[in-house]
């Protein structure tokens, strides 16, 4: 079992539709990151957070250290959004990020 | 500022090969890390960097060799390459708070 897992995996939206990105964590984190990645294999930085909410333009990343959840928000969808998001937490102890197996957003104009 | 560069962007290697994979950064972060991402998971660990002259074993470290003599560099090692080690990797530096930056990616095949 991943240390890190999202939902969902795939998803397919049209243009201008609130997209909605879960990831949960069963280890203890301090912080967690969000990364996209494009259809060319780059990865980039969304977010980083360890509680409450950043915006970013039309992103939105949510954090619940407690509940050991967070969320993606993307509003009005673009086709240039098409991308898998990875998730990844950083535990409490240790160097390393888990990291989720992403979830593959397609925008339909 | 260039950030995380790698090279080389593809390679094919024949079984029981070595090659060197490189890593520069000039964002003057301390922290540099290795990973391979392998199709449907997410990306493992294989080494990461503290500092230059410090270096430890992520997740998945073997079959691999790292050294960090400056900064700027992080290169990853593959010796004897197997098939198993067909895989994109990616170099990544972060910061004080942990936002990882990363590189393009190499894309390794072993056959």
């Known amino acids: 079992k991943n240390e890190v897992e999202q939902s969902p995996q795939n998803l397919t939206a049209q243009e201008g539709e609130f997209i909605t990105i879960n990831c949960s964590y069963s280890?203890?984190?301090?912080?967690l990151h969000w990364l996209q990645q494009h259809p060319g294999g780059g990865i980039v930085s969304l977010f980083m957070?360890?509680?409450g909410k950043k915006k970013h333009g039309r992103l939105i990343a949510t954090i619940n250290i407690q509940e050991k959840h967070s969320s993606l928000h993307i509003t009005a969808s673009h086709p240039r959004d098409s991308a898998v998001y990875i998730c990844a937490g950083r535990p409490n102890t240790g160097n390393q990020f888990y990291f989720g197996t992403g979830t593959s957003l397609t925008v339909i104009p | 500022n260039a950030g995380v560069t790698q090279t080389p962007k593809f390679r094919i290697l024949k079984i029981g090969q070595s090659m060197t994979l490189q890593c520069t950064q000039d964002?003057?972060?301390?922290?540099m890390y290795w990973y391979r991402q392998d199709p449907g998971m997410g990306l493992k660990l294989i080494y990461y960097s503290v500092g230059a002259g410090i270096t430890d074993k992520g997740e998945v470290p073997n079959g691999y060799n790292v050294s960090r003599s400056t900064t700027e560099d992080f290169p990853l090692r593959l010796e004897l390459a197997a098939p198993s080690q067909t895989s994109v990797y990616f170099c990544?530096?972060?910061?004080?708070?942990?936002?990882?930056?990363f590189g393009p990616g190499t894309r390794l095949t072993v056959t």
């Open positions: 280890v203890g984190i301090s912080a």
């Open positions: 990544a530096t972060g910061t004080a708070t942990y936002e990882q930056y």
């Open positions: 964002m003057n972060h301390n922290y």
């Open positions: 957070l360890s509680s």
